[in-house]
Each structure stands twice: as C-alpha cells, then as structure tokens.
C-alpha cells in the first residue's frame, strides 16, 4: 500500500530485524553516571573547606595537637560558642518554621469549611460550604 500523487509513488516497507546479536558487552547509557557531575562537585567545594579548616585547627606550632583549643576556658571564649549555639539555634527553628508551614500549605482541606475562601464581600457564607465562613462565639 502506497501513497501517490502526480505519478510518484511512495511506499514505506518495514523491515524485521532478525539473527544473532553482536557477541560483545552491550552499551549502557551514560546519562545517568554524567547527572552525577554535579553532586560529585558540589560535595568536594564542601568537603575539601571543611577538611582544611580541620587540619588548620588542629595545627600548632610543634605539630598536631589541641594547643590551639587551650583558650577555650576563658569567659569570653565562652560567650563566643553561646553566640554561635545560638545562631545554630534561630537558624534550624527557622527551618522547621518553614518546613511546617510548606507542609501546612500542601495539606488537602477540601472537607473542611475552615480552610475555604469566602464567595465574597460581604456574604458570609463559603464557596463551596454549606456553613457560614464565621460564626461568632456565642455563650449560651
């Protein structure tokens, strides 16, 4: 079966690929060891600072050692490591702050009338909630 137009002739013919494979190993793909480039990068501008720091740290004029951690009991040394605790502190509350408001704002609330906007100005009712959108507390 064959398409024509103005005398030509055009005729698609599939072909069944059949016999042995080629004897060897068969090519993988390299796309996912080349996404990896980047984490493997990433993680040596991470490692490599913080290996230096470390070995900086513990340097001391006659060799290795925990000379330079000697000043650690003077009070303002103290206050210092306060300082940062607290800073560490304020940083991972911030964090948990924000992971439990992404988890708040993902949360399907489409049984509850509380979480839905209202119609309108002025209406009092939800969209799509059969309850008023506020109802004042009333002792009774």
Avoid: K
């Amino acid at each position: 079966m064959g398409l024509q137009s103005n005398g030509l002739s055009l005729e698609v013919v599939g072909r069944e690929v059949s016999g042995r494979p080629v004897p060897g190993r068969p090519r993988r793909p390299a796309g996912p060891y080349l996404l990896g480039l980047p984490a493997l990068l990433l993680s040596c501008l991470l490692v490599v600072p913080i290996g230096v720091t470390v070995v900086a740290a513990f340097r001391t004029p006659s060799g290795f050692g925990f000379g330079n951690f000697a000043v650690m009991g003077d009070p303002a040394a103290l206050l210092a490591v306060g300082n940062s605790l607290a800073w560490v502190a304020v940083a991972v509350g911030l964090v948990v702050v924000g992971f439990f408001l992404a988890l708040l704002s993902s949360l399907d609330c489409s049984g509850s009338c509380w979480c839905r906007p209202s119609a309108g100005p002025g209406s009092g009712t939800s969209s799509r909630c059969s309850a008023p959108a506020w109802t004042p507390y009333r002792m009774t």
